[in-house]
């Protein structure tokens, strides 16, 4: 069975300050590796990976894939609190279209 | 990417009554999928629809359940039925983005459902 873990649960931290978010996985046939913002109920999709050691980046976040390793960063540098949200995990495996997701991390950034 | 326009945003209903949740896309999509995220939890998929075909239901989901209708390329449908307090989630419509062969989701903006 498909598996994907996201470490911590959750992280309050101050603003200014950079956070890590880890994903580590175990799937089958494995096509990509996608992170989400989750902030009231729809995720809003951040980025998608494909190749090990290409950072993505997009602003104040980036992320960047171990395949070897089997896990995935997420970094956010100079955190606000708009950065708060749940963020997710979720890896893309298999012929069938199966997207298999986290737990996510509950980020909370106080002022 | 396509943009989904879900409803009802929230509701909150009787157990035992049954409950239609609407997903349009505006644009015509191969595949719907079906999500539920139960209080605390991750996103749990209910079902893949495919336009001129029943429904494939994950392990652990029913039709009978969750009634899924897709009568053309562009919409959707689920039916929440013969509701308890379990069922209280949000439930989320999503479409593949299907760059390549990946596929990442695009969200409707989901719909959180109490039943009391």
């Known amino acids: 069975e498909d598996k994907v873990v996201q470490s911590p649960l959750s992280l309050v931290v101050h603003e200014g300050d950079t956070v890590t978010l880890n994903c580590s996985y175990e799937v089958t046939n494995f096509r990509s590796l996608l992170w989400y913002k989750q902030e009231k109920k729809a995720p809003t999709f951040l980025f998608m990976l494909t190749s090990s050691g290409i950072e993505k980046k997009s602003g104040r976040l980036s992320s960047i894939l171990d395949k070897k390793e089997l896990f995935s960063i997420l970094n956010i540098t100079a955190t606000q609190t708009g950065d708060s949200a749940v963020y997710l995990c979720?890896?893309?495996?298999?012929?069938?279209?199966?997207?298999?997701f986290g737990t996510g991390t509950k980020l909370q950034v106080i002022p | 990417s396509a943009v989904i326009s879900q409803k009802p945003s929230r509701d909150i209903c009787q157990r035992g009554t049954s409950l239609t949740i609407q997903c349009q896309v505006d644009?015509?999509?191969?595949?719907m999928f079906w999500y539920r995220q139960q209080p605390g939890q991750s996103l749990t998929l209910i079902a893949t629809a495919n336009q001129g075909s029943e429904a494939t239901y994950e392990s652990g989901f029913v039709i009978d359940k969750f009634p899924i209708s897709r009568p053309n390329l562009t919409f959707s449908t689920l039916t929440v039925s013969n509701m308890s307090p379990e069922d209280s989630s949000i439930y989320l419509c999503?479409?593949?983005?299907?760059?390549?062969?990946?596929?990442?989701?695009?969200f409707g903006s989901g719909t959180r459902l109490t039943v009391v």
């Open positions: 979720a890896v893309n495996s298999g012929g069938y279209q199966k997207v298999t």
């Open positions: 644009s015509q999509v191969t595949m």
């Open positions: 999503s479409v593949d983005k299907g760059e390549g062969g990946h596929y990442g989701y695009t």
